[in-house]
């Protein structure tokens, strides 16, 4: 089965700076599909990014960038410029065939936008 | 964009009694939901697949008496909680699927059983 992991629980960032944050995942499958999601107090779901396994080209949504590192496993999310609006939880997700293509996602990582 | 309509968005009923909660595809063709269930601060936890027309496939753990869900349209999936208790009490969200729409989720359903 595969696993997603958010090591990081929580954390701040300070309003217009930059906070990265980490997910690392574990699959035998060769084609996949990330995602990040965020989270606010409403708990609605927001997709933030996607990337497709087969793309080297990290996918970026204005702000919001990802470092895909296949071979490491590795699915960071970089949030620039932070807006007090950016203060939700947000979770890695992973997406494979052998899941059925739901989503598989990590624990989350509890974002705090200082101003 | 695509739509999933969750209703009720909160309900509060009593133990031994049944709840219904709806998700509808509002302007595409859902031909998969998926359940999931939040408890507060944690992540989200599959519960079950469901494509329109055939049974559920349900995670290792889920009572699939307890938790029945129905697909029976393009449009519209339900999960019903029979003979709820207070350990139900949960947040449920669905996502839906259609074609070349990839995942949409609805605005979920927090339910206290009492």
């Known amino acids: 089965a595969q696993t997603v992991t958010q090591s990081q629980p929580e954390m701040s960032v300070q309003e217009a700076e930059t906070v990265t944050l980490s997910c690392t995942y574990d699959t035998s499958e060769s084609d996949y599909y990330l995602f990040w999601y965020k989270q606010p107090p409403s708990r609605q779901m927001i997709l933030v990014i996607r990337?497709?396994?087969?793309?080297?080209q990290n996918a970026t949504e204005n702000r919001f960038s990802v470092n895909f590192q296949k071979a490491a496993k590795s699915f960071s999310l970089k949030i620039s410029d932070s807006q007090l609006g950016d203060a939700a939880m947000y979770f890695c997700a992973y997406q494979g065939a052998n899941s059925g293509y739901a989503l598989n996602f990590g624990k989350g990582t509890s974002l705090l936008v200082t101003p | 964009g695509a739509v999933v309509s969750q209703h009720p968005s909160w309900v509060i009923c009593k133990s031994g009694t049944s709840v219904k909660i709806e998700c509808r595809s509002l302007?595409?063709?859902?031909?998969?939901m998926f359940w999931y269930r939040q408890f507060p601060k944690q992540s989200l936890m599959l519960m079950a697949t469901?494509?329109?027309?055939?049974?559920?496939?349900?995670e290792q753990g889920v009572e699939k008496d307890k938790f029945l869900i129905n697909h029976a349209s393009l449009t519209l999936s339900t999960l019903t909680v029979t003979s709820a208790h207070p350990e139900d009490s949960s947040f449920y969200i669905c996502s839906a699927s259609g074609r070349g729409y990839g995942y949409t989720f609805g605005s979920g359903t927090r339910l206290t059983v009492v």
């Open positions: 469901s494509n329109e027309g055939s049974k559920a496939t349900y």
């Open positions: 990337q497709e396994a087969y793309k080297q």
């Open positions: 302007d595409f063709q859902a031909t998969t």
